[in-house]
């Protein structure tokens, strides 16, 4: 089984309730999405290897631990992912960074792929996908079978917001799959929208409506 994190701080319950603000504008929000992002990215991290490493203080040599650039990477699921990159960045410079693109089939409703580039060595590395809405949770499952498919098998999934409904289908299909929120909200409702989430994330960062 999955675990499910809700990582709970108050400066992220903060940022997150300005964000959930149908006022706010999309700077803000952008700059609100990066915010939450970094604050997660420590929790979301706290798992990643350490090599450990000689070093020397003024004082005397001692023992250090460094994060190999080649042991993380980010994948965000375009859109919305891209919006919380630069603020994992921030706190993880070192990682690598793919890009998975799905869209829904209109007919089937099944994730159809569109693009996907990812780091080498995949399969080395702790890697992070990265979307802010666990909705349906169909294109976080997909995006991990094509994840799974290029060799990764340390995976786990930061998003912002998650509905009960994606969070189910995410133990059902991946249960080694770690999935970190800042908050499980309450439910779907009939357009696929989580409530009482935040809106459209990436028409949002992007003021495309
Ligand atoms: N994607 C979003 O951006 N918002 C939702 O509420 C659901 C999916």
């Known amino acids: 089984m999955s675990n499910l994190v809700v990582v709970n701080h108050p400066l992220i319950k903060h940022k997150l309730t300005h964000l959930r603000n149908k006022n706010t504008d999309p700077k803000l929000f952008r700059e609100l999405v ?34 190999s650039p080649e042991s993380i990477a980010l994948v965000p699921i375009l859109r919305a992912g ?29 994730a159809i792929e569109y693009y996907c580039k990812l780091p080498e060595r995949l399969a080395e590395k702790f890697v992070i996908l990265v979307d802010p809405m666990l909705a349906t949770g ?6 991990v079978d094509i994840l799974k498919k290029h060799g990764a098998t340390k995976i786990v999934l930061n998003c912002i917001i998650a509905a009960p409904e994606g969070v189910e289908v995410m133990q059902e299909k991946h249960p080694d799959v770690d999935v970190y929120t800042a908050s ?3 439910r779907l409702n009939e357009k696929g929208y989580i409530i009482p989430g935040l809106g459209d994330a990436g028409d949002r960062i992007f003021g495309t409506k």
Do not use: C, F
């Open 34 to 67: 990066n915010e939450v992002a970094s604050l997660m990215a420590y929790e979301v991290t706290r798992e990643i290897p350490v090599i450990p490493v000689d070093v020397e203080t003024p004082l005397m040599p001692t023992r250090g631990y460094i994060v």
């Open 82 to 110: 891209l919006g919380m990159i630069d603020g994992m960045m921030r706190i993880v410079p070192m990682a690598r960074v793919g890009h998975i693109g799905l869209y829904r089939d209109p007919k089937t409703l099944q």
């Open 138 to 143: 169909h294109s976080s499952a997909a995006a």
């Open 184 to 186: 499980l909200d309450t």
